[in-house]
Each structure stands twice: as C-alpha cells, then as structure tokens.
C-alpha cells in the first residue's frame, strides 16, 4: 500500500514553467514504477510520462516531448514533473500513479493514485 500526496500546481501564463511533485508514504516506493496522467473536463484521463523503479528508463507522450521531464528520488520517496514551456492545452488535472511492476501508458495498469492538482495555462 503506498499513498500519494501531490503538489506544484497552480495557475501559469503560457510560454511558464511549473514543477510538480508527489510524495510516496512508505518504505517500498522504489518498488514501484511511478507515472503522472492528466485529465481535462469531459475528457478521458490520459497518459503524460512515466519512469521506471529505477529511474532509468523514462517515457512521454508525445505532446509533451521536448517540454516536461519526470524524474524520482528514490532516498526521498519523491517524483517530480518539470514542465517547461506550458501550453493552454496542457490545462488539466495532473495525477500522480504508482504501479507494483514495470512502467506503463495505461491508466488501468496504476494501482495507487493522489488526489490531483490542478494545472490552468492561461493563453
């Protein structure tokens, strides 16, 4: 059982930088395959970027190649999202998503989910 505790977001111009993180409660965090998705309204949950237990291998999807970075801190139980060069469509709510194996596009493959923060680009 892991519990994730999300924080970073807020309102930003377009062309902005933010920095999300989330913090993992236990002593297992490195077990788990970390990933971040988003959801705007009416819209399904999508996938943003993931990484591995080890932070080694990472992966985007492709609207936010070039702009966001995932990265983890395994000694502080912490993921984070930088993301760079904010666009209005960006706009959503960013969840942070454990998973007890292997990284993964899905949203169904996360078991653990934080509560969300709210992401607003303004144009």
């Known amino acids: 059982q892991v519990q994730l505790v999300e924080s970073g977001g807020g309102l930003v111009q377009a062309g902005g930088s933010l920095r999300l993180s989330c913090a993992a409660s236990?002593?297992?965090?490195?077990?788990?395959?970390m990933g971040w998705f988003r959801q705007a309204p009416g819209k399904e949950r999508e996938f943003v970027a993931a990484i591995s237990r080890s932070g080694i291998n990472k992966e985007y999807a492709d609207p936010v190649k070039g702009r966001f970075t995932i990265s983890r801190d395994n000694a502080k139980n912490t993921v984070y999202l930088q993301m760079n060069t904010l666009k209005p469509e960006d706009t959503a709510v960013y969840y942070c998503?454990?998973?007890?194996?292997?990284?993964?596009?899905?949203?169904?493959?996360?078991?653990?989910w934080g509560q969300g923060t709210q992401v607003t680009v303004s144009s």
């Open positions: 998503a454990a998973r007890n194996l292997f990284r993964s596009r899905s949203p169904s493959d996360y078991n653990y």
């Open positions: 236990g002593r297992t965090f490195s077990s788990y395959a």
